[in-house]
């Protein structure tokens, strides 16, 4: 069966670091992608993981252990627009269907002054 | 990444009627999906959009209630068929780029009274 999980809401400090831990245990596991929501809008695409390891993009890092079933998005230099959902989704891909995602719950982050 | 539109941006509709959303890209791509995002909660796959066959639907959704069009490599329609209450949820669709990164449309608000 497929499982991911996220926390339900984290808070932290404006120019703090955070991390959004997400365990996973899927089949035809394909690679690993964090979005940004901001509420009524559409998912913000952050970043796309398929080899292990840490993946940086200015404020945003983002990792990957396939071994263990788990990533984590890394936010620096915490600023208050990055209150938002985190949505951590897993791509599987079954019999050359293409990568559809399944995902978390979110993760609701709440940066406080 | 790719431009992707969709029509409408919210509608309010009666019971038992039914609504036909739009998705544009602006680029041709070969994958695109379909994905329902009730109040409160993450995102959910109704379908592969698949261009000159049917489309492939998840486990809970079937093509009577959510037939789906996709005539060419830039244009999909979902048809939310025969409406309830129950269906009032924001309606994505996502488009899978070369490097199997995926992208959101900015989302169909649909209320059903």
């Known amino acids: 069966g497929q499982n991911i999980d996220q926390p339900t809401e984290m808070t932290a400090t404006e120019g703090a670091i955070v991390q959004i831990n997400c365990t996973y245990q899927t089949s035809g596991f394909n690679g690993l992608f964090w979005y940004q929501q901001h509420a009524g809008e559409a998912p913000t695409f952050l970043s796309y993981?398929?080899?292990?390891g840490l993946e940086e993009k200015g404020r945003f890092s983002s990792f990957l252990s396939r071994s263990k079933g788990y990533s984590y998005p890394l936010l620096k230099e915490l600023q208050m627009k990055d209150s938002a959902s985190y949505l951590c989704?897993?791509?599987?891909?079954?019999?050359?269907?293409?990568?559809?995602?399944?995902f978390g719950q979110g993760t609701e982050l709440s940066v406080k002054p | 990444s790719a431009v992707i539109s969709q029509k409408p941006s919210r509608d309010i509709c009666q019971r038992g009627t039914s609504l036909t959303i739009q998705c544009q890209v602006d680029s041709q791509v070969t994958m695109m999906f379909w994905y329902r995002q009730q109040p409160g909660q993450s995102l959910t796959l109704i379908a592969t959009a698949n261009q000159g066959s049917e489309a492939t639907y998840e486990s809970g959704f079937v093509i009577d209630k959510f037939p789906i069009s996709r005539p060419n490599l830039t244009f999909s329609t979902l048809t939310v068929s025969n409406m309830s209450p129950e269906d009032s949820s924001i309606y994505l669709c996502?488009?899978?780029?070369?490097?199997?990164?995926?992208?959101f449309g900015p989302g169909t608000r649909l209320t059903v009274l």
């Open positions: 989704a897993v791509r599987e891909v079954f019999y050359n269907q293409g990568g559809k995602l399944i």
């Open positions: 993981n398929v080899l292990d």
């Open positions: 996502s488009v899978e780029t070369e490097y199997n990164e995926q992208f």
